[in-house]
């Protein structure tokens, strides 16, 4: 079973930005997608942005689009987030995930992964 470590979290002013980083313990090979997700205290967690392993392909939140990008090393064993001009309402804890079952259209959806890496806080100074 792969493992997931994510880090590169912290505090920022709003306007400032983040790397997340997310570490597998092998390739994604055998993986469709790899995904970040966020969760505020009490809330479920929210999709965040996708990479859809075979063919490169990146899905974002709306909320995200524009400022947030995802990408991944060519080893495939990392996979970032760039987060530029961070606001407040994206603080959060950052989760990477990923999943060897799921279709292009359950992507946003948190059930369709089935490894999650421990969580990476993120925090927005107004």
């Known amino acids: 079973q792969v493992q997931l470590v994510e880090s590169g979290g912290g505090s920022v002013q709003a306007g400032g930005s983040l790397r997340l980083s997310c570490a597998a313990s092998?390739?994604?090979?055998?993986?469709?997608?790899v995904a970040w997700f966020r969760q505020s205290s009490g809330d479920e967690r929210d999709f965040v942005s996708a990479?859809?392993?075979?063919?490169?392909?990146?899905f974002y939140a709306d909320s995200v689009k524009g400022r947030f990008t995802i990408s991944r090393d060519n080893a495939k064993t990392m996979v970032y987030l760039q987060m530029n001009n961070l606001k407040p309402e994206d603080t959060a804890v950052y989760y990477c995930?990923?999943?060897?079952?799921?279709?292009?259209?359950?992507?946003?959806?948190?059930?369709?992964?089935?490894?999650w890496g421990q969580g990476t806080q993120v925090t927005v100074a107004s």
């Open positions: 995930a990923t999943g060897s079952t799921m279709i292009l259209s359950s992507l946003r959806n948190p059930s369709a992964y089935s490894v």
């Open positions: 990479i859809w392993l075979s063919g490169d392909n990146k």
């Open positions: 092998e390739r994604f090979n055998r993986r469709r997608a």
